[in-house]
């Protein structure tokens, strides 16, 4: 799974220097908006709402942001849109697979974005289920380090069901089966420790190396794809190593 947390590590290093934050903004509003449809609109009963809300806040969304998509979600105010989960399939540089999540209310609009993105930047589309079985779906929780020992961390969570414990660098990554993510994340705020995210991906059981000049196409291609308005997540089975990283950031 070593390429698994690279990937991690590089996603979590993007994101932090990303200054796209209008366009995160809009991300998290309408996880919110869908988690307080799917679930109702009391945090405290829909764990996926409170992770919802809880990321948002740590992002700096304003509050009446957050409270207007709760609402619009759960039906207590008007104007919620019908968002639909759509997954796109292809392949990147040098055959790395990536997955496209979509939350959109224009099925037509967010297929046109995709493609377009995905062409533009070396990338082909695929059919459905021709990437798809190289990633499973688990519970990602991150959290930061501060003192804790990735032991710590472990003891924590075992009993509820963690698979492993990633250590990330500034942050670690615990990874459960999707039905556990709320016993891992439960378990780790009874212990008193405060995570930054909690949700469900799309991890890769295979990865593709990616010297300097691969990953600067596949992170080109991630970038573009994360400019498309409909795209929520983009999961890709590239392995980076702290070297190549380095060398990106220089």
Request: overall charge negative; charged content about 30%; aromatic content about 6%.
């Amino acid at each position: 799974m070593s390429g698994h947390s690279k990937w991690a590590t590089t996603k979590h290093k993007k994101a932090a220097i990303d200054a796209k934050r209008g366009k995160l903004f809009a991300r998290l509003i309408k996880n919110i908006e869908v988690a307080a449809r799917t679930g109702g609109g009391d945090p405290d009963g829909n764990p996926t709402l409170w992770d919802a809300i809880q990321k948002a806040k740590k992002n700096s969304v304003p509050a009446d942001n957050i409270e207007r998509a709760r609402k619009r979600g759960a039906g207590e105010e008007a104007g919620g849109a019908d968002w639909q989960t759509i997954m796109y399939e292809g392949y990147g540089p040098n055959g790395v697979a990536v997955l496209i999540e979509c939350l959109t209310d224009n099925r037509n609009r967010a297929a046109s974005e995709v493609r377009t993105a995905m062409t533009r930047n070396g990338g082909n589309m695929a059919d459905p289920g021709s990437v798809a079985y190289l990633f499973n779906r688990k519970g990602v929780v991150i959290l930061p380090k501060n003192e804790l020992s990735e032991d710590d961390v472990l003891m924590a969570v075992l009993d509820a069901g963690a698979e492993e414990v990633n250590d990330l660098g500034e942050n670690y990554e615990v990874v459960s089966e999707p039905t556990d993510l709320i016993a891992v994340r439960t378990a780790l705020k009874d212990a008193g420790y405060d995570y930054e995210s909690a949700e469900a991906n799309f991890v890769p059981s295979m990865t593709v190396e990616a010297d300097v000049e691969v990953a600067r196409k596949v992170f080109r291609l991630i970038d573009a794809l994360e400019d498309c308005d409909d795209v929520q997540n983009v999961f890709a089975n590239v392995d980076v190593s702290d070297a190549v990283l380095e060398e990106l950031d220089a």
